[in-house]
């Protein structure tokens, strides 16, 4: 039986080249995030830029959502201060908030005069499912990380199926969610990690 051919080694990582790429990218970022910024910042900091790896990017979620305050914006402070300390953590969360906060002020004063046109209440109904099906999307791609996480397929598959249950159906409040399920999920890894080390 002839061996498997051995597996290739990951593209390497990029870095960002300075606090200027920083603003830049994360002001590109913003400016794409119709609702679903989170799948927008894995197409453009894992798959267009190779700042993260697929399996970095979902550990840098999994803590942006566990902290209080908006994901992106803790994922932006995270990164940017990971690559240039508290000055990258700026130059990413300026990048971020900046020009699409100029937008969003001429949006409200142009949805006040139009907010009750029957074209703009449906233009804006297809903007919820074009954001839903983003984030959907980017979900799925993440999913196929958790095949190497140490509590392997079946138990992360689970915990995820939960977490929708509690949240989606349940309509249960997203801290206690966090906080409960989170907390059990990292036990267990804790568990199974140093359970892992000590078996010869």
Request: glycine letters at 12%; a positive charge.
């Amino acid at each position: 039986m002839l061996p498997s051919p051995p597996t290739p080694d990951p593209p390497a990582l990029n870095r960002p080249s300075g606090l200027t790429e920083l603003f830049v990218a994360f002001t590109v970022l913003a400016l794409q995030g119709f609702g679903g910024v989170m799948a927008v910042a894995h197409r453009e900091l894992v798959e267009r830029r190779r700042w993260l790896s697929n399996e970095a990017y979902l550990q840098e979620v999994a803590l942006a959502q566990a902290l209080p305050g908006p994901n992106v914006c803790n994922l932006a402070v995270m990164f940017g201060d990971r690559c240039f300390g508290w000055r990258g953590a700026a130059a990413a969360l300026s990048g971020l908030m900046a020009l699409p906060a100029v937008l969003l002020l001429a949006a409200v004063v142009l949805y006040t005069g139009w907010a009750g046109h029957a074209l703009v209440e449906g233009a804006l109904h297809g903007m919820g499912a074009v954001a839903a099906g983003t984030v959907a999307g980017t979900a799925f791609k993440l999913m196929a990380e958790l095949r190497r996480h140490p509590l392997g397929t079946p138990a992360t598959v689970a915990m995820a199926g939960l977490t929708f249950v509690a949240l989606a159906l349940l309509r249960w409040p997203i801290a206690p969610v966090i906080l409960g399920l989170g907390g059990v999920g990292v036990s267990l890894t804790w568990w199974r990690l140093a359970h892992e080390r000590r078996t010869p």
